[in-house]
């Protein structure tokens, strides 16, 4: 039974990002806002859509510190792990407005983090800054789109042509369709591995850490990883970095910005000297990529990846006390 959720929940997946990015092509089409700001908005909020319900319901039972864990190991995940299979499959090309104004925003975002969980603890006008700087990033985004997209679409390839005849509710069905393939897709493959793993696992003390930082990892980035493998496949690299870097910059201003708004988070001193400084350095490694190459190829990708075992293999050994 595991195995059989296990490979529906990644058929399903497939399915859903395949529906996603269609409707994301064609919603940009439509409202004359280009790819990129699809991925950063609509994609990636949609993917991150979970970590905010789980960060909220666990302010409200009490347990604020959960999102902390939740949105740092999601944001180090989506770079290290997400892009890095991402370009190991499929080479990506960042356009300049990714390297000039999306990528600086998540390096803020990352940065601000990092400073107001210095005094170990995030508050309500903390949050508040956080989630006014996403409204406004947002605004500016869109306005700025919407007055250099009208070429840039009349430019594009036929997937993009066949988008701007897609009727506006055809593309938000898809949409929506998508977000919620990879919703429960995610569900149900998570369900099968923990399933599958358990029973491997059985006898190990360290199991339920070992499952965490393994297979709970990669079921909750799977949204974004089927969803930019699929956007690079289909040669809308835009809608796949969008998603990523989206992804990270909604991770820290929406859902520690709002959950902090609910309830104070607390930070541990943990998480301040481990933690932090690899989703800090894995942010800041790829601003290294960005520039220094014209495209982020598989060399990077291999990188990228090692990084993430790298740090895997790390929890785990303290799990285990091996270090």
Known sequence: MDYLMLLLGLLVLIVGGEFLVKGAV????IFKISPLVIGMTVVSFGTSAPELLVSLQSALDGNPGIAIGNVIGSNIANIALVLGLTVLIVPIIAKKESKRIDYPMMVL?????????????????????????LIAFIAY???NSRKKTKKELSDQDEDIEEAMKMPIGKALLFLIIGLVGLYFGSEWFVDGAVGIANVLLEGNPDKDSIIGVTVVALGTSAPELVASCVAAFRKQSDISVGNLIGSNIFNVFAVIGVTSMVKPIEVTDKVLSFDMYWMLGIALGLGVILWFGKKIGRLSGTLLFATYVTYVLIIVFRIKGII
């Open 26 to 29: 064609g919603c940009s089409a």
């Open 109 to 133: 975002s990352s940065v601000l983090f990092y400073l107001f969980a210095l005094d170990n603890k995030i508050v309500w006008w903390e949050g508040a800054i956080l989630f006014v700087i």
């Open 141 to 143: 985004l869109i306005t």
